[in-house]
């Protein structure tokens, strides 16, 4: 330790009378020292206030700076240096550096920036504000057959990518041109998963995921798959996951996923389409997902129901009623829904039968297919009578539906029922349905469907009893008193927030109520003409308009 004391002293001498070979010798016994024991010597360093010397070293000038990078980076490795190193002004020297063509330069220089900047984002930050990201993309294109110097701009580039302010440097680089150069040579599993770990957070940046597409990026995904498929080793599993799952994310841009559609023509859309009858769960998956992403336009879906997509997606549900796979059922589920939007579609899925293989997972425990189940069942039944009629007169669906609309732990789930069990109304306007409901135990989930916070649901809730109170009211008097419906209308009638079509509905309710003895004394009771005739005044004409009409209503039965 005697002589790491002369060491630095001498270094603080001699780094002021400008003697470079003592420098050197100096700077040798301090490498030497933090092999030994880095802690005690970095502590050292720090004591004897070394480190605001060494910017002056790490001019692009000095042959010392390879060496002073190398402390730097060793230094660096102790978090409790990293706060000092950026004090002693080390960061704008060391990233003057990276213009250097010396590899060594780079190299250590690379590894200073990495471990001074490990695991904090505000200095990765400002790393980026000085323009870092352009120099290194540069670096990996002149020096990718050094690599070591390859490696650490993985590296810098997998930490960087994570940061959000990051994308919008990346997306104006080479970037994705290079890895996908880069990703071309390599051979071995390890590097590739370090490209991977580098593409897989740029390629959440839409700019930069047509830049991979057109760069080949989904070619050497499809090879991956190709040589992976079939594979049993762990590496073989792992990297077809990861370059299937990162299929996935390039579609999710829709310039991207139309790019690669090609009007359904394209060779890549095709091999995609040849992974959902795999017997490979993780292809079956990828498979699912990617129909979800191209049918997100109703071109796409109109094409991909015309050309017997849904028959694969049926057969590979029914593949996975008894084998289970949750994620499989969750992204196939998935893909009918978005298939189902567009309306010339909903009666040709109809005839194939989906709803009746979606219904076999109405038994389902798990919420996210609950969900997904629900939702493509709502947009099967949008404007089909006849399905919406079949489907809300099947007690065990509507008790299912009943039962799922109480799981508190669920939003989603409780959301989408609610949503199910007004649009089977809705969409069949049928005494019979109607009956089902009221019998089911559904009509209180609808009152208080009615005072979601999103007004689409209260909207449908109101439509949905409205059509209750107008086709069977005797049948559902009951459930509307023990619900409390009429205190809920006149909280929607009363509060200024509601929007329009909800005060319009509440009114068209409030009439259609007073039909029913004991819902017209609570009408009475609760002073509506005071509400509504204020409604008069309303901006909405079709709102002032419905006010009067339920003005003269009340007036005339009270």
Not at 17 to 38: H, R
Not at 98 to 117: F, H, M, Y
Not at 222 to 230: G, I, N, P
Not at 286 to 301: K, P, Q, Y
Request: glycine share 6%; proline share 3%.
């Amino acid at each position: 330790m005697d002589n790491l004391s002369d060491a630095l002293a001498k270094l603080k001498l001699a780094s002021t009378d400008g003697a470079s070979d003592s420098v050197e010798s100096c700077l040798d016994c301090l490498l030497k020292a933090l092999v030994n024991n880095n802690t005690e010597t970095s502590l050292k360093i720090q004591e004897m206030g070394v480190l605001p010397l060494l910017p002056t070293l790490l001019s692009p000038q000095s042959s010392c700076s390879p060496k002073v990078a190398n402390i730097v980076a060793e230094v660096a490795k102790n978090e409790f240096m990293r706060s000092s190193c950026v004090e002693a002004g080390l960061i704008p020297p060391l990233i003057q550096l990276l213009n250097s063509s010396d590899q060594e330069v780079l190299l250590q220089t690379g590894r200073a920036l990495g471990n001074i900047c490990y695991d904090s984002h505000s200095l990765q930050g400002q790393l980026i504000s000085m323009g870092v990201i352009p120099t290194l993309v540069k670096l990996l294109g002149i020096h990718s057959h050094n690599a070591a110097l390859t490696e650490m701009c993985l590296i810098a580039f997998g930490n960087l990518a994570e940061l959000e302010s990051s994308k919008e440097q990346f997306a104006s680089t080479n970037i994705a041109e290079e890895l996908v150069r880069l990703f071309q040579k390599q051979a071995e599993h390890e590097k590739k998963e370090m490209i991977f770990e580098v593409l897989a957070p740029l390629a959440e940046n839409d700019v930069i995921k047509l830049q991979m597409v057109e760069a080949g990026l989904v070619e050497c995904l499809l090879e991956v798959v190709a040589q992976t498929v079939d594979g049993e080793r762990e590496e073989d599993v792992a990297q077809l996951k990861t370059a299937s799952d990162l299929m996935v994310l390039l579609l999710l841009g829709d310039e991207s996923m139309q790019k690669l559609f090609e009007g359904g023509k394209g060779s890549v859309f095709q091999r995609v389409l040849s992974w959902i009858p795999s017997h490979n769960h993780q292809l079956q998956l990828a498979g699912a997902l990617a129909i979800a992403n191209f049918a997100r336009n109703d071109g796409n879906c109109i094409h991909m129901v015309d050309t017997g997509i849904v028959q694969k997606l049926l057969e590979l549900l029914d593949r996975h009623v008894d084998e289970g796979n949750v994620t499989v059922q969750h992204a196939a589920l998935s893909a009918l829904r978005n298939l189902a939007i567009p309306v010339v579609n909903k009666s040709k899925m109809l005839s194939a039968g989906v709803a009746d293989v979606v219904l076999k997972f109405s038994q389902s425990e798990m919420p996210p297919v609950q969900f997904k189940l629900l939702g493509t069942l709502r947009m099967l039944i949008d404007t089909q009578v006849e399905a919406a009629d079949q489907l809300g007169t099947n007690e065990k669906l509507v008790e299912r539906l009943v039962e799922w609309c109480e799981a508190k732990d669920h939003a989603g789930v409780m959301g989408e029922s609610n949503r199910l069990l007004s649009a089977l109304i809705r969409h069949s306007k049928s005494k019979e349905v109607i009956r089902t409901v009221i019998q089911g135990g559904g009509v209180k989930h609808l009152v208080t469907m009615a005072t979601s916070e999103h007004m689409i649901m209260q909207n449908e809730a109101l439509v949905a009893l409205g059509l209750i109170a107008a086709l069977d009211l005797v049948a559902a008097e009951k459930d509307f008193v023990a619900a409390n419906l009429v205190a809920v209308l006149h909280k929607l009638l009363s509060d200024e927030r509601s929007a329009p079509e909800i005060k319009y509905n509440s009114m068209i309710l409030i009439c259609a109520v007073m039909g029913s003895e004991p819902l017209h004394k609570e009408v009475q009771s609760r002073a509506f003409i005071d509400v509504v005739s204020k409604l008069r005044a309303h901006e909405n004409k079709t709102v002032s308009h419905q006010a009067s009409l339920t003005e003269q209503r009340l007036t005339a039965q009270s």
